[in-house]
């Protein structure tokens, strides 16, 4: 624990001015963000008297060993890169918001020459339109549905649109009146755009306009006597009057507004957000926090307001944002949001009347939420406490293993053998910490030395990561050969389990161990690292050999404070080093369900990773063996003939016309289809039978 006294920077050292300020600890890395509009006022108030300060600013002002900070010129700048700073270095002591799931937009694809109208979740993309979020995807598919008699946008992918386009003939939605068939040229390019920007304009809110539209086309339809076509405008009609219907009205003046609402306790907090555009809910989201931080609802506002606002821009930021409580400087908070809208935007909280009662919804969403996260967070750490504990007791653990991690080897009869590592912290996946490897070593089936490959490349590269921060005080002398390190392997997708806690019955000593652990795991310059701490049990998928190999590798490293078990697929038996019987957990056991768990995952990772490489190694072609061609001039070569058949047809003197193509890699690439290319069968012309050759040359 560090004395804040001793890296207090003297008062005359400290600006006045505003800025941004990072805490880090004594191995550099960054655990606390903020910003101030005055930096030598803010500051002070984290070195008065320890016993005067909230009990979570005096652990980070006590873990920390060095302040710094960067002068800025206005508060909305330092907002900006308080923002980007906690995106960047994801410190310990700043509460941040994630969301449980991913949730569906409605998106218009406006940068295609055809747009289309689909759902997409992740990352938005530039030009493209979305609308909500959403809660389910169902219900988007729904509206969409009802809108596309009246707004018959393209749905389709783009390989049934171009296959449409070959055949010349639409696809099913095309014949039933759901889509204007650009792919054919029933609508042009133009008239189809016009379309989805009628679809975007009614999803906005602007409805009125094309309902009064139907009905008067409508009307002077049925005048004229045409009946059929007087019908099918009342069925437009209507289906956008049921799409309509799906989000109520809430606030009567059509007001495009985002309504956050808090609940919270002393540990953590829940946020909703409602997205009101055209004066209906169009869409919600809500996220719950840790608050791992000194702060009260102005600030978990702030927060919130960064998330939310942080990546967007334009139309995506309200003309108005009602909260519970203003940050703590709303001018600052208020012009960031107005830089990302590019217009005027008001921020304050509620007094009266539709919104005031809107609001209250909002908030009874988050207490709601709050209490549902606690329901589910209690009955899940009951359980996986008691399977911790059975583990532990069942293997003669001194303490549960917080942290385990489990290897499984995965290959097609000795070919693509690969290897995974699964991580699981209190008994959640955390699919971050995921890892995969390539057998290097040998070649071959052999699972047992494969297991002692990885086992050996992982735990090394835990003893350099020790070594090279410092934080390795005893260095052990390995007793055998090393493997070397392994390259670091790509993450697995997903989103991050819930950090590592302590001891499963104490939920102090569980807060104490996950803020270990993400100390732990930071490089120096306050970024995550990999392999950064080790387990407290290593599971194996396998009997007594490959639990000998797992130990063996550990030996060598002289690791011999982590625990090593096997299990057996067959009997579902536990294997310990060194034992000659194993362990069998009763078939009702939370404990024995556990491990299963983890060793399902750990082969599922591997299994998938193995199918991967073969079916890459599967779909390789001569033009991968031309040195020097990378893959946008393969992409180019394609492209220009259309296929790797008429690619192989060309001449050298064709290839060369292919912009970036010189004649060099025109004659490689030409050589290396002819040396790729299949020998010609011998045929006898008498019978048309195909001579095939023996093993030893001869024809039959």
């Keep these: ?59 980070m002002v006590t873990t920390a060993a060095s302040v710094e900070w960067t002068v800025v010129s206005t508060e909305v700048e330092a907002l900006q890169l308080e923002y980007s700073w906690i995106k960047e270095y994801d410190p310990r002591f700043n509460v941040k918001y994630r969301d449980d799931k991913s949730y569906p937009y409605l998106a218009v694809t406006l940068n295609e020459e055809f747009p289309r109208v689909q759902v997409m979740r992740g990352a938005k993309r530039k030009g493209v339109r979305y609308f909500g979020p959403y809660g389910h995807a169902w219900a988007i598919r729904e509206t969409v549905d009802l809108m596309l008699r009246v707004f018959p946008v393209r749905t389709c992918s783009a390989g049934v649109f171009k296959n449409a386009e070959r055949t010349g003939r639409p696809c099913l939605l095309g014949y039933i009146g759901k889509c204007s068939a650009p792919c054919v040229g029933r609508v042009t390019p133009e008239e189809h755009r016009d379309l989805a920007e009628d679809f975007c304009d009614f999803m906005a809110g602007r409805t009125g306009t094309y309902i009064r539209r139907l009905e008067k086309d409508m009307m002077q339809a049925a005048e004229e006597m045409e009946y059929e076509r007087a019908a099918r405008l009342r069925d437009d009609a209507e289906a956008l009057r049921r799409a309509m219907e799906k989000s109520a009205v809430v606030l009567a003046d059509a007001t495009d507004a985002d309504l956050i609402a808090v609940a919270e306790d002393e540990l953590e907090a829940a946020v909703q957000i409602f997205h009101v555009r055209g004066g209906r809910v169009r869409g919600q989201r809500g996220w719950v926090t840790d608050k791992v931080e000194a702060v009260d609802t102005a600030g978990l506002v702030e927060h919130a307001l960064q998330q939310l606002y942080g990546e967007e821009s334009g139309d995506s930021v309200p003309k108005e944002v009602l909260v519970p409580a203003l940050p703590e400087d709303p001018e600052a908070v208020s012009q960031w949001l107005a830089d990302r809208r590019g217009s005027q935007v008001s921020l304050r909280i509620p007094q009266r009347g539709d919104k005031k009662d809107l609001m209250i919804t909002v908030q009874r969403n988050a207490q709601q939420a709050l209490g549902l996260h606690k329901t589910k967070r209690a009955s899940d750490l009951t359980t996986r406490s008691r399977a911790l504990e059975e583990i532990a007791e069942a293997l003669g653990l001194d303490t549960a293993p917080l942290r385990v991690e489990c290897f499984d080897i ?11 590592m699964v991580v699981f912290e209190d008994g959640l996946a955390r699919k971050s910490e995921y890892r995969r490897f390539q057998i290097k070593g040998f070649e071959g089936q052999d699972d047992v030395r494969s297991m002692h490959e990885v086992i050996g490349r992982r735990f090394k590269r835990y003893l350099q990561e020790k070594e090279r921060t410092g ?15 392994a390259p670091a392997a790509p993450e697995a997708d997903g989103e991050p389990a819930a950090a590592v806690a302590a001891a499963p019955l104490r939920e102090e000593s569980r807060e104490e161990t996950r803020e270990e652990i993400r100390e732990e795991s930071r490089e120096d310059d306050g970024r995550p690292k990999r392999f950064a701490y080790p387990p ?22 002289g690791i011999d404070d982590i625990a090593v078990c096997g299990l057996a697929k067959r009997l579902e038996e536990v294997w310990l080093p060194d034992d000659d019987d194993p362990v069998v957990l009763p078939r009702s056991s939370e404990g024995l369900y556990l491990l299963q768990r983890i060793r399902d995952e750990a082969h599922r990772f591997a299994i998938t990773y193995q199918r991967a490489k073969r079916a890459k190694r599967i779909r390789s072609s001569p033009l991968d063996d031309v040195p020097g061609l990378g893959d946008t001039r393969k992409q180019a070569l394609i492209k220009h003939f259309g296929s790797v058949k008429k690619l192989r047809q060309a001449t050298i003197d064709e290839i060369c016309e292919v912009p970036g193509i010189g004649r060099r890699t025109a004659e490689s690439v030409a050589a290396a289809f002819v040396a790729a290319a299949p020998a010609a069968p011998a045929v006898n012309t008498a019978t048309g039978e195909i001579i095939e050759e023996d093993d030893g040359g001869s024809r039959t």
């Design 1 to 59: 624990m560090a004395d804040p006294s001793s890296y207090r920077p003297k008062p005359g050292q400290i600006p006045d001015s505003p800025g941004v300020y990072k805490f880090r600890d004594e191995h550099r890395r960054v655990i606390y963000v903020g910003k101030a509009k005055n930096l030598r006022q803010r500051l002070a108030n984290y070195f008065q008297d320890l016993a005067g300060l909230h009990p979570r600013t005096r652990t």
């Design 410 to 420: 995965s290959h097609l009869q000795g070919d693509d053998v690969v290897a995974s």
């Design 471 to 485: 934080e390795w005080e005893e260095t052990p002398a390995p007793t055998g050969p090393v493997p070397a390190p």
């Design 536 to 557: 407290q049990l290593v599971v194996v998928d396998g009997g007594q050999p490959q639990v000998a190999a797992a130990k063996r590798a550990l030996d060598e490293l």
